[in-house]
């Protein structure tokens, strides 16, 4: 009986033990890392969410880039580190939804269980794009040309099993063409190919595309995304073009190690989707065709669980494999 009655002061007591706990956090900086080379879509979303957490957390948010493995190696690196809010990752539709279809076994994560998700940042179209000197000035011109010459015509992404290179094995697929593919270390290397005409197409990410097509050295084809981008409302769509109800989009949210306490992902989650709100925080993401989202925990993890249950059967479909 005795318990009993002691039960709700220990109850009170841990309460204001936990909150006292994590009121301090945070008490030092804190990174923030990307899977993935630096000058591509993933810099500018990381860069614009670490400056948000820097302003209201009152410490330094830092970008570590961690390429390598198509997104494996930064993932792995982060599930063992200390669940304490100290380390952030930038989560992504390729290491999140689309690596447990494409390595199977042999992923070195779980993505359900080795991680916690706080928030859903941005949705981003892909875009089919060329040099501005290529020959090529509608999809249908770089299709017909692919199907004259099979295996001849090169693309370029970011990486093996990045968004890019999985993106354009899924659209030659489903219009029966034979490309290239041409890995590169980052968005950055590949870009001033296509532009040098080393290589033909990309299918990358708006965000890293957008300076180059908005300056004319790249011409955009066509967009992946369901919808027309706001910022290139006059570039079709590929269900548009003739490829009904094909959609691919790259989107990125943050996620911590499984076992972060839920106070600090409800605070993380919290400054996240307020400075999403923020037109000064997040003009950089919006004026390159971002579509920004902020939701819940729950939300960004029923989302990922919907993402892979619909990328296990694209790779499987268009019979992905990792190069």
């Known amino acids: 009986m005795r318990l009993i009655q002691l039960t709700p002061l220990i109850l009170a007591i841990l309460s204001a033990f936990t909150v006292s706990a994590f009121a301090a956090y945070p008490e030092r900086s804190i990174r923030l890392v990307v899977p993935f080379a630096t000058g591509g879509t993933s810099e500018i979303i990381a860069r614009s969410v670490a400056s948000t957490l820097s302003a209201s957390l009152g410490q330094s948010v830092y970008v570590d880039n961690k390429p390598g493995g198509a997104g494996n190696i930064a993932m792995e690196e982060v599930k063992r580190a200390n669940p304490d809010g100290y380390t952030l990752m930038l989560g992504h539709v390729g290491t999140?939804?689309?690596?447990?279809?494409?390595?199977?076994?042999?992923?070195?994560?779980?993505?359900?269980?080795?991680?916690?998700?706080?928030?859903?940042?941005?949705?981003?179209?892909?875009?089919?794009?060329?040099?501005?000197?290529?020959?090529?000035?509608?999809?249908?011109?770089?299709?017909?040309?692919?199907?004259?010459?099979?295996?001849?015509?090169?693309?370029?992404?970011?990486?093996?099993g990045s968004a890019g290179h999985l993106a354009m094995e899924y659209f030659s697929s489903e219009a029966g063409i034979d490309l290239v593919h041409v890995p590169y270390k980052g968005s950055g290397p590949m870009l001033t190919d296509l532009i040098g005409g080393q290589i033909q197409a990309t299918f990358n990410g708006l965000p890293s595309l957008m300076g180059q097509i908005k300056g004319g050295a790249l011409r955009p084809l066509a967009v992946g995304s369901a919808e027309r981008s706001k910022v290139l409302p006059a570039v079709a769509t590929l269900s548009e073009s003739g490829y009904k109800g094909f959609e691919t989009s790259q989107w990125y949210g943050i996620i911590v190690p499984a076992g972060t306490p839920q106070p600090i992902v409800d605070r993380l989650q919290k400054d996240i989707a307020k400075g999403l709100k923020s037109k000064e925080d997040s003009r950089r993401m919006l004026d390159d065709g971002a579509v920004l989202v902020g939701d819940t925990s729950a939300q960004f993890g029923a989302f990922i669980k919907s993402e892979q249950g619909r990328w296990a059967k694209v790779v499987e479909k268009a019979r992905i494999t990792v190069d």
């Open 96 to 160: 999140l939804a689309v690596n447990p279809a494409l390595f199977g076994k042999k992923l070195p994560y779980d993505p359900n269980k080795d991680f916690a998700p706080v928030t859903l940042v941005a949705k981003v179209p892909n875009v089919i794009a060329v040099s501005e000197k290529s020959p090529y000035k509608t999809l249908a011109d770089l299709v017909a040309d692919a199907k004259k010459n099979p295996g001849k015509i090169n693309y370029g992404s970011a990486g093996n």
